[in-house]
């Protein structure tokens, strides 16, 4: 499909694959704090433990465009993880590979890189045995699987709205203000919310999988290496709901910094489980209770999937971006549909 399209490639520019180094790192983590921006034309500002976290952790793919003097003017990667889907009662896996990070030097973006790049990712991940390519972007690009919705719930608001992360509407200032206001959750079923460990790794690894071969068409399978690296990476927190002295309820979430004006900090849900029976209500007051626990370490907004709960008719939860998922080389009427499409975790 993509590579249908004419690519205009300036003879100056040529490609290279490299292998993710400590010293690759830093010139990426140099070049993202530059120019990357997030889907709503806000700056993000990685760590480089975490961009190293991402690189490494799983199998990865970075391709970086270069000039002829050796600068980088882009790069693109992608990860591995198989996909689990139904067709006609039988599970299928197939090895897939998507885009976790396109970013292009500011200077460079009127030449139309990013179709190259995508093209070429695409070629790389074929070569490797992978016969899927998914992309999420916001561009307009050949139909789309899904369009996954994502909602803000603001906890430092006095800060956001000096940074202008958010409209406030003209009239009525304080009433929005005080509907936005956190409702501290002391504990949900008489259990407290506490940070996760390394001996927690086991018991998260085993749950986790087992909550997301259940629930989710995108079965990432984790294990306990990456969950013991993940509770001891400073950019992520983890945190768990004890009962009985069994993990019932877990979540993980990444922060990362973002400047509109003003830099805050954004924490973007990463992995969750919880029991089967939870209502809205109770998926509402766990969320809660994070936002509680990230107000103590000082986290200005917390980010939140559509496919974690209803949030629509909870006013607190601003609708903030969409991401669509587009499918290269593969027939795309052999995945079912679903309410939430495909999912990337």
Request: aromatic share 14%; charged share 20%; net charge positive.
């Amino acid at each position: 499909m993509i590579d249908r399209v004419k690519i205009y490639k300036p003879d100056d520019i040529y490609f290279e694959c490299l292998e993710v180094t400590d010293l690759n790192i830093n010139s990426i983590y140099n070049f993202l704090l530059r120019n990357y921006t997030n889907y709503r034309g806000r700056l993000n500002v990685y760590s480089k433990t975490l961009l190293k976290f991402y690189f490494t952790i799983h199998k990865s793919i970075l391709l970086v465009l270069k000039d002829q003097n050796k600068k980088i003017i882009a790069f693109i990667s992608g990860v591995f993880k198989p996909l689990c889907y139904k067709n006609l009662g039988l599970k299928i896996y197939e090895k897939i590979a998507y885009v976790n990070f396109l970013c292009i030097s500011n200077d460079y973006r009127h030449l139309y890189i990013a179709p190259y790049l995508i093209t070429q990712l695409w070629h790389f991940v074929n070569m490797k045995g992978g016969t899927i390519s998914i992309f999420h972007t916001q561009t307009k690009l050949p139909k789309p699987i899904s369009v996954n919705k994502y909602y803000s719930r603001p906890i430092n608001i006095d800060k956001l709205i000096k940074a202008k992360v958010f409209e406030t509407p003209k009239e009525n200032v304080s009433n929005f203000i005080t509907n936005l206001k956190i409702r501290y959750v002391c504990n949900i079923n008489n259990s407290q919310l506490i940070e996760c460990n390394d001996i927690d790794s086991g018991k998260i690894c085993r749950l986790l999988n087992k909550f997301k071969q259940k629930n989710y068409i995108i079965f990432n399978t984790c294990t306990k290496k990456y969950i013991k690296q993940l509770i001891k990476n400073p950019d992520f927190i983890s945190l768990k709901i004890n009962n009985n002295n069994k993990i019932y309820a877990y979540i993980d979430l990444y922060i990362i910094k973002e400047i509109s004006g003003q830099v805050y900090n954004n924490a973007y849900i990463h992995n969750y489980f919880y029991p089967s029976n939870w209502n809205l209500d109770d998926k509402y007051n766990f969320l809660e209770s994070v936002v509680c626990f990230l107000k103590m370490k000082n986290v200005d907004i917390l980010t939140v999937p559509d496919h974690y709960m209803d949030l629509q008719n909870k006013n607190i939860y601003l609708k903030d971006f969409n991401i669509k998922t587009h499918i290269f080389n593969y027939k795309m009427a052999s995945i079912p549909e679903r309410k939430n499409g495909i999912q990337i975790f």
